[in-house]
């Protein structure tokens, strides 16, 4: 018998835990099916919002949310999820529903900038937003959301430069007008207004080729290349600017060699490829000592979306540390601000040529150890007819051969062997 009720017992006890389960299944199942999801929330909203109202959300720009009375989420775009504005069918930003809230009370339209974290983001990394909350009908609300963080990038870079050249005007125009002071004070000392009047001189060509390299950013950020392009021969350039840099590599008694593969060619702009494999050259020959060797050299290296022509300045200077190797392409960045004073350099050269390669869709790179020299170098990509006359200039040995492997030789270690790129 008492076998029996403990059975009787267990069976009841296990009856119970049974429908306890069930129950409990039942319930969840019923919040799962409630939840609202993107789906779900598209199919509400059709019956919810004002006729027109959905196909005027889906074309807008900003990211939508359109809230009920009970901060239920009843329309959102898809940028709105991508933001992270809208989360499990509820508005995930606390500032935003507050004025959502705020906005239901009293019917007034409220706007603010915020800053959110970017969700998935790394630390220090975050979205700058204008939201703008507005009534819509008696029982909705409309929030709209504005991404701002290119535009506050881009006004960053505005400030820093605007700052830098101001900073960059005002010393040579502040050494020119002591200098002009100096020279009416000393009108009756020829010898000293000799002196002065040479000073002048030099921040007077400071200034200009400061305002000349300004301009030349300018117009490298804002043209279009391709408008003006044609096929460029890199002999022709390579010539340019060595003969650009010619008088102060004599005085400096520099040896300039350049060779490389024959009947290269790029297609691009000749004023712009002409300006920055000038601008290398000319920092290769004023951050080298006296009496040592820059070359240039253009070579063809195979890759799969077809070859890039790869031109190559190298110099035996002072180098670069790895800090300054990271920021050199920066504007107005110098690795030694007394030395570019001394050979008038503005800190914009290495920033156009990076411009003008990027334009060019190519890139530039550097090469360089401390005490050792740099090698700058510009990828770009072939014109058609260095391809054309490839096979002819196999066939027929070229006159700067013994030039080229001389110049290689001279620096095994700055031009690395041509290498297939991905």
Known sequence: MDVNAAVAAASAIAGLCTGVIAVLAFRWSEREQARPTRTS??????????????????????????????????????????????????????????????????????????DLPRRGAGRGEGLAVSARVAPLGSRLVLLLVEDLTEARRIEAVRRDFVANVSHELKTPVGALSLLSEAVMDASDEPEAVQRFAGRMQIEAARLTSLVQEIIDLSRVQDDNPLDDAESVAVDDLVAEAVDRCRHPANAKQITMATGGAPD???????????????????????????????????????????????????????????????????????????RSRATGGTGLGLSIVKHVAASHGGEVTVWSAEGQGSTFTLRLPEAATS?????????????????????YETFPDHIPAPEVLP
């Open 387 to 407: 391809r054309e006359s490839r096979d002819r200039s196999a066939a027929v040995p070229s006159e700067d051969s013994a030039t080229s492997s001389a110049l």
């Open 264 to 338: 290269l060619f790029i297609w691009g702009n000749r004023s712009q490829l002409a300006a920055a494999l000038g601008n290398l050259v000319e920092n290769a020959v004023n951050y080298s000592p006296a009496r040592t060797r820059v070359g240039i050299a253009g070579r063809r290296i195979p890759a799969s979306g077809g070859d890039l022509i790869e031109i190559s300045v190298t110099d035996q200077g002072i180098g670069l540390s790895e800090k300054d190797r990271d920021r050199v392409f920066e504007r107005f960045y110098r690795v030694d601000p007394a």
């Open 41 to 114: 929330l598209r199919q509400d909203a059709a019956a919810v919002l004002p006729p027109g109202v959905d196909t005027v959300l889906s074309v807008l720009r900003s990211s939508a949310v359109v809230l009920d009375e009970g901060d239920t989420v009843v329309k959102a775009s898809s940028a709105a999820y991508a933001l992270g504005l809208v989360r499990g069918g509820r508005l995930a930003v606390d500032q935003m529903l507050q004025m959502a809230r705020e906005t239901r009370r009293d019917g007034e339209i409220r706007q603010v900038e915020l």
